[in-house]
């Protein structure tokens, strides 16, 4: 992996983030335990309202849940996920790159395009994953250490149908009172995707001892692995193995 100029600059400011929390909690003789955030995971219940099976062998779904790095591994790791792909979404062509999203003044979010075999999984319940384990929807604007319109929780329908589901599954989780706080997710529908630089692809699987990974993403697999079991796969489907038979 390469970085060059101010995109090597953001993301090694985003690592010292969580590392320089990790150095003080570790300074003051506390034991650092990163997997602890994964015992915060919610267990969401199935949306009441869900896509049926049809003839496709293949869907997209685009998520926004903070940091890419993180939402993108989750879903890696999901079952009957084939791509997960980090990139840009809400704002425009001409400002989809790392260094202009970053101002926090395009309208993008970092967000994660996942492209899934409804056969295997259904629109419906990568939501559930999305809202029990790869971000905290009640979060305003910021996601754990990154603050900023750009972290933003965001749902991009690519259909009518995906946002129904998507309204209906936010209501029934309101009033069920599944957080402590409202869901302030926002659905966003006709925006268009745009993949990230090549550098944030499958980040959390390359660089998995980065200070920011461990103490902010990993957890969120552990997560996956114990709240998801059924939908959990050990062996993630990489960006650069996309399409590629295993």
Excluded at 46 to 75: H, I, M, R, Y
């Amino acid at each position: 992996m390469h970085w060059h100029g101010r995109s090597a600059a953001m993301v090694t400011r985003r690592i010292l983030l969580a590392g320089g929390a990790m150095g003080l909690l570790a300074g003051v003789g506390l034991k650092i335990l990163p997997t602890t955030a994964a015992e915060d995971a919610v267990t969401l219940p199935a949306p009441a309202l869900d896509e049926q099976p049809g003839q496709k062998t293949s869907e997209v779904a685009v998520l926004a849940g903070g940091c890419f790095w993180g939402v993108q591994g989750v879903f890696q790791h999901v079952k009957g996920v084939t791509n997960a792909v980090s990139g840009y979404a809400g704002g425009e062509k001409t400002t989809a790159e790392y260094e202009v999203v970053s101002t926090g003044r395009t309208g993008h979010a970092e967000s994660v395009q996942i492209t899934y075999d409804p056969r295997a999984i259904s629109y419906g319940r990568l939501l559930q994953v999305y809202f029990s384990v790869a971000h905290d929807p009640t979060q305003l604007n910021r996601q754990g250490p990154d603050t900023g319109t750009q972290y933003r929780s965001a749902i991009f329908p690519r259909d009518s149908e995906q946002a129904k589901i998507a309204q209906a599954y936010i209501a029934q989780l309101d009033a069920a009172h599944a957080f402590h706080g409202k869901i302030v997710t926002k659905i966003e529908p006709d925006r268009p995707f745009f993949p990230a630089e090549d550098y944030h692809q499958d980040f959390l699987t390359l660089h998995p001892t980065y200070p920011y990974i461990v103490f902010n993403d990993l957890p969120k697999i552990e997560a996956l692995k114990r709240v998801f079991p059924d939908l959990y796969r050990a062996q993630p489907v990489l960006v650069a193995n996309a399409g590629k038979s295993s």
